[in-house]
């Protein structure tokens, strides 16, 4: 079967780093994503890799490694207006996207 | 570009009674749409694609006579929660791709709140 796993829920610090980890299982790879989503609302897009490495979109940065079947979403200098829940999705052989069930990322002053 | 436009934003309605929420591409033709839901603190869940000019697909166990769903232009697709009972209350989010990106990140709608009472 195909799966995504990511940590259900993070605590951090205004100000600080933070990495949230996804790890995926998928039948063929075009693609992984990261998107944010608030509570009540729809998920707004952050980041995609396809190519191993690191993709940096000022604060945001996202890191892929396909052999290991691992990605990383990196958040730094973080704010209260990060609080959210950070959804990784990754698009399989068929272009389907399987997504995980999100990590919760609490910030605290 | 490509905006997604979802009405309603929030409904609520009594059992048995159907809803119509409505998706739109604003700026970019969709042959394809996707019908999400999500309980609270659940990831998405995809219900259904949503195809221009033909029937949807459904995911398995996914009610297609429960959840109706027509794509009759390439910047309109509609899903109708017939004989709604409340647990059927969801966050339902519809998302589109412009045509020929299908390597583009998926752009979603706000959403639509249904409460069934």
């Known amino acids: 079967g195909q799966n995504i796993d990511q940590p259900t829920e993070m605590t951090a610090t205004e100000g600080a780093i933070v990495q949230i980890n996804c790890t995926y299982q998928t039948s063929g790879f075009n693609g992984l994503f990261w998107y944010q989503q608030h509570a009540g609302e729809a998920p707004t897009f952050l980041s995609y890799?396809?190519l191993d490495g690191l993709e940096e979109k000022g604060r945001f940065s996202s890191f892929l490694s396909r052999s290991k079947g691992y990605s990383y979403l990196l958040l730094k200098e973080l704010q209260m207006k990060d609080s959210a829940s950070y959804l990784c999705?990754?698009?399989?052989?068929?272009?389907?996207?399987?997504w995980g069930a999100g990590t919760k990322l609490i910030i605290k002053p | 570009g490509a905006v997604v436009s979802q009405h309603p934003s929030r409904v609520i309605c009594k059992s048995g009674t159907s809803v119509k929420i409505e998706c739109r591409s604003l700026d970019f033709q969709a042959t394809t749409m996707f019908w999400y839901r999500q309980f609270p603190k659940k990831s998405l869940m995809l219900m259904a694609t949503?195809?221009?000019?033909?029937?949807?697909?459904?995911e398995q166990g996914v009610e297609k006579d429960k959840f109706l769903i027509n794509h009759a232009s390439l910047t309109l697709s509609t899903l109708t929660v017939t004989s709604a009972h409340p647990e059927d209350s969801s966050f339902y989010i519809c998302?589109?791709?412009?045509?020929?990106?299908?390597?583009?990140?998926?752009?979603f709608g706000n959403g639509t709140r249904l409460t069934v009472t």
């Open positions: 949503s195809n221009e000019g033909s029937k949807a697909t459904y």
């Open positions: 998302s589109a791709n412009p045509v020929g990106r299908d390597h583009s990140p998926l752009h």
């Open positions: 890799n396809v």
């Open positions: 999705a990754v698009r399989d052989s068929n272009y389907q996207l399987i």
